[in-house]
């Protein structure tokens, strides 16, 4: 289920059935909608005012392990057990590009434009980090975690030029995004896992699990 609650005095709202499955990653859009993914292998699109579902992407053939959008709120982005990560064009909710090339279970992607280039990064449960080029679409380069430890979160800082890979190690790796090399291997929740970053202008907020 999703519960849905106003902050200001701590009050649920509204309750809804919104999958077979649990859910494993929600995104916000511009404010006004919610994306939801499950185990079940559905992304669902929700009005966030009016608790419905506007509309569901279905594609992957196994359970999708996150998603997000981009800033445009065009794009949506999701990964999967699959071992895939699919591009999904928010109006008519077709899937109308598939990455393949990892050999484990994606478990994270984002994708970032800073104007001039159009990058995408994933992560999957065998450690690796790849970078794809999203104008050819081509994976440009994958890091391998030295410890292959699952891959669980992934953000871009384009103010400083630098993107950042949350670990099951407890740790998270920083890559310059000019030749995206490991600039940075900070440990965070040493013996945990580092299950999810965001980066802000402020910083980097991680949680651990």
């Excluded at 065009?74 to 057990?81: A, E, G, K, P, Q």
């Excluded at 393949?100 to 159009?118: E, W």
């Excluded at 949350?166 to 000019?178: H, I, L, P, R, W």
Aim: with cysteine; hydrophobic share 35%.
């Amino acid at each position: 289920v999703i519960s849905f609650w106003e902050l200001r005095k701590y009050r649920k709202l509204r309750t809804i059935q919104s999958h077979n499955s649990k859910i494993t990653s929600f995104a916000c859009g511009n404010g006004t909608n919610l994306l939801s993914a499950s185990t079940d292998g559905f992304i669902k699109l929700w009005d966030l005012e009016t608790a419905k579902l506007v509309n569901t992407f279905q594609g992957h053939t196994s359970e999708v392990t996150s998603v997000s959008c981009d800033e445009r709120q065009l794009l949506i982005t999701s990964t999967s057990v699959d071992c895939t990560i699919k591009l999904w064009d928010t109006r008519s909710g077709k899937n109308f590009r598939t990455l393949f090339g990892n050999k484990a279970p994606v478990l994270c992607a984002k994708m970032r434009s800073n104007g001039r280039d159009n990058i995408l990064a994933s992560g999957s449960s065998n450690g690796q980090v790849k970078i794809w080029d999203m104008h050819m679409p081509l994976c440009i380069t994958t890091h391998q975690m030295p410890s292959s430890s699952p891959v669980h979160d992934v953000d871009f800082d384009w103010e400083k030029k630098r993107m950042i890979a949350a670990t099951g190690d407890g740790y998270f790796n920083v890559y310059d995004s000019e030749y995206w090399e490991i600039t940075h291997h900070v440990p965070v929740h040493v013996g945990g896992c580092v299950s999810g970053l965001v980066c802000t202008p402020q910083g980097i907020v991680t949680c651990s699990s």
